[in-house]
């Protein structure tokens, strides 16, 4: 049988990190071993499933740049991909266990069952079905229907042992009579979860079914489906839990955990594929920055944890810096463009080669500087406004000597009349700066940053110098001020502090 996986999301709400690894899982598999990938729409729960969900789900999926080889819009043989338009093929699979005395109908009023399970919970035991209606004889049963019952049905689980091996976990036994004759079909004929999900991971042929752990209690009961379809069973794999930091279930106690909300933060597509692989997974050779390709060349699913995995935020923010870094500046470009826009500092649009041009050399700037794409804003601050009087102390201070003052002296004279646009002219006037006045290294440099940013760390003066001349070129709204205007400023602001300059 070729491999074949699918994820199949409940369209009840925003796909969140858990959801999204079992995708990524899945979809690895699948890439790694030339298998097919599937995207089935689970909504058979009428209340809380939504079209804008199911859309959420595939604009999520498509931004990670996960593809699917069948599912809503890829279409394919073994539609459709959305069970509640599959509900005449579960029909005819209820009928088919009824013929066969394999599933019964049961008249137990909700009423019944809810104080039933209220007395077991009281007692301190689980709730097992007693089997009011197994064995109810055909004239029973009519009689139920002509008062108008209208039953569920239910599938005989017997007295056995259900046993199969999970590709993660081994080894797995589970009694029958842990959970007794379960529903597989409502009084409203709606099929449910156990019941669709059988039908369907056969009709479509799925070879091995990677879900979360919590569905582990579900298993044996597929299993029997399975076996009372005489379908053959798939190869079973069991994720283990995301846990936060404390320890416990990753959920919206740590915060919001949808995926929604990490793009939202500025993670990456690959970023956040990287994050996710590696909670539960790890690469033979341990590499852990790994861009989408090499993951789905190197993706092993014997290689996944048994143990719970924990989420670190730290780690995260790592490997999405590390994307960044990688990324070609002019994508990067792209990226960090409508956060500048959103402050005002940065026309929404491009504006022009010249444009297109400067926003590489600002986009460059701050590549090597931030975890999430916003920071870019706050990292490249030095080049939209100009403030002296935030200087710290320690800048003060340095400023009291005289090497300092004639530092930024020579600078506010010579920068109105020197090319600064490009970062070899810079360091030409550094150097003749550096000649003249005898003065080199931290006490060179520390003048010259505070002379154009007033602050005493930042990006690289011989690129930031040109961005900022660039800048002031190109009549932006934000009024980019040249670094020369910049230094005239900052001697006016030492004058008027009594500094002797
Ligand atoms: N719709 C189920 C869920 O979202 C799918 C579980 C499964 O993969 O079987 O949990």
């Known amino acids: 049988m070729s491999l074949r996986v699918r994820f199949a999301p409940s369209p009840t709400g925003k796909l969140h990190l858990g959801n999204v690894r079992t995708a990524i899982y899945n979809w690895l598999y699948a890439r790694r071993n030339g298998g097919a990938f599937i995207l089935r ?15 959420g789900v ?6 990670l740049g996960i593809d699917w080889d069948e599912g809503p ?13 599959r509900y005449h093929i579960y029909a005819e699979h209820l009928d088919r266990l009824l013929k066969e005395g394999k599933a019964y109908p049961c008249y137990c009023s909700q009423e019944t069952l809810s104080s039933q399970r209220e007395e077991a919970r009281a007692g301190g035991h689980n709730y097992i079905y007693p089997g009011t209606c197994r064995n109810l004889s055909e004239d029973q049963r009519k009689e139920k229907e002509a008062a108008g019952l209208k039953p569920s049905f239910r599938l005989r689980a017997g007295d056995r042992n259900v046993e199969f091996k999970d590709l993660i976990r081994g080894d797995v036994s589970i009694h029958t009579s842990l959970f007794g004759d379960f ?15 059988v039908i369907d991971d056969s009709l479509m042929e799925v070879s091995d079914v990677i879900r979360g752990e919590d569905h582990l209690p579900n298993t044996p009961k597929q299993i029997l489906l399975y076996e009372a379809f005489g379908y053959s069973k798939p190869n079973f794999a069991h994720l283990s839990m995301i846990l936060g930091p404390d320890g416990g279930k990753l959920s919206k106690r740590h915060g919001d955990v949808s995926l929604q909300a990490f793009r939202e933060k500025g993670f990456l597509p690959e970023g956040l594929l ?9 690469d033979a050779e341990e590499k852990e920055v790994l861009t989408p ?9 014997g290689r996944v944890n048994k143990s719970a995995a924990v989420y670190d935020e730290n780690k995260f923010r790592h490997l999405n810096k590390e994307h960044i870094m990688a990324m070609p500046s002019n994508r990067f470009a792209e990226k960090i463009s409508p956060y500048f826009a959103d402050k005002g500092l940065l026309p929404k649009k491009s504006q022009g080669a010249d444009y297109d041009g400067w926003l590489l050399k600002l986009a460059e700037l701050v590549q090597k500087r931030i975890h999430l794409l ?18 710290d102390d320690e800048s003060k201070a340095m400023l009291e000597s005289d090497d300092a003052l004639r530092v930024v002296l020579a600078f506010a004279e010579k920068a109105e009349s020197h090319d600064l646009t490009t970062r070899e002219s810079y360091l030409e006037l550094i150097n003749v700066i550096k000649n003249e006045l005898k003065v080199k290294g931290k006490n060179l440099y520390h003048p010259l940053r505070l002379c154009v940013t007033g602050a005493a760390s930042g990006p690289d003066l011989d690129l930031l110098v040109p961005v900022m001349e660039l800048g002031s070129r190109l009549g932006l709204p934000s009024k ?18 009594g500094y002797k300059i």
Do not use: C
Not at 274 to 282: C, F, M, Y
């Open 374 to 391: 916003p920071e870019a804003v706050e990292a490249a601050a030095s080049v939209f406004s100009f403030d002296p009087s935030s200087m």
């Open 41 to 55: 729409i689970e909504d058979t729960d009428a209340e809380r499933s939504t079209d804008e969900s199911i859309r």
């Open 58 to 63: 595939i604009d999520d999926l498509r931004w």
């Open 183 to 197: 529903i597989i079909v409502r009084p409203d004929l709606s099929p449910t979860y156990n019941f669709a999900v």
């Open 73 to 85: 819009e890829a279409g394919g043989s073994h539609g459709p991909y959305r069970q509640t338009e």
């Open 274 to 282: 990287n994050g996710l692989a590696l909670l539960g997974w790890s």
């Open 480 to 497: 980019i001020m040249s670094p020369s205007k910049r230094a005239w400023k900052f001697v006016a602001y030492l004058r008027e502090q």
């Open 293 to 301: 390709e090499e993951l789905k060349q190197r993706f092993d699913i």
